[in-house]
């Protein structure tokens, strides 16, 4: 089973639907049972860092997904690859769940550079191809990870940072892969296998 994490942030059906082209058992939940009898977990999210952060706390679910996503398969999308981080500039004085180590910093506009960063982009691989394409983005804010060795696709907009990040059991993306098409679809296929494999 994957569940996604309502937190009541973010267009969970569009990421269920997605899923279930790959795995049939999808569901949606804040439920803590079905969180650690899950065998895939899947942190959504859009908005603003420090509201995802009161939300997961009065939901009760901080301090349990700072404990179980090192131990299970995990998928962070956008805002969710965020949360992942120390901290952000778009809400200071709020620690997200520190599972990786960096901050979260905002883009700087320029004459050729538009904030938000919305729109179609290019995902350059460093390490496996098959993440390498064009990706569908909305955000205002990047994560600045303190070990690069996670970073393994990057994009340019105004500065090069990290798209894709893989430690361990946890492959999170700032772009949308409901919204991405062929690299989208890569990398849902690419994290069901890994699931299936592991569960296997």
């Keep these: ?11 969970l059906r569009s ?15 804040n439920e803590r049972e079905e969180i650690e009898k899950a ?23 901080f301090t349990l ?44 506009p320029s004459n050729s550079i538009r904030v938000p960063h919305t729109g179609w982009n290019r995902v350059i691989a460093l390490k496996e191809p098959y993440f390498s394409g064009f990706a569908y983005f909305n955000h205002t804010y990047y994560c600045d990870a303190v070990d ?4 393994t696709a990057f994009t340019l907009h105004g500065v090069k940072f990290g798209v894709i990040f893989k430690y361990g059991t946890i492959l999170a993306i700032q772009f949308h892969p409901e919204k991405s098409k062929t690299i989208g679809e890569s990398i849902l296929k690419y994290w069901v296998n890994s699931l299936e494999k592991r569960v296997n």
Aim: proline share 3%; aromatic share 6%.
């Design 65 to 108: 997904l700072k404990q179980i996503i090192p131990t299970k398969q995990t998928l962070g999308i956008c805002l969710g690859l965020q949360l992942l981080f120390n901290n952000s500039e778009e809400s200071p004085g709020v620690d997200g769940l520190g599972i990786f180590s960096g901050k979260v910093k905002k883009l700087t």
């Design 148 to 151: 690069e060795n996670i970073i």
């Design 15 to 29: 990421v269920q639907r997605s899923l279930q082209r790959y795995y049939s058992d999808v569901i949606i939940t």
């Design 1 to 11: 089973m994957i569940t996604i994490i309502d937190y009541g942030i973010g267009n």
């Design 39 to 61: 065998n895939g977990i899947v942190l959504p999210g859009v908005g603003a860092f420090g509201d995802a952060i009161v939300e997961l706390k009065r939901k009760g679910l």
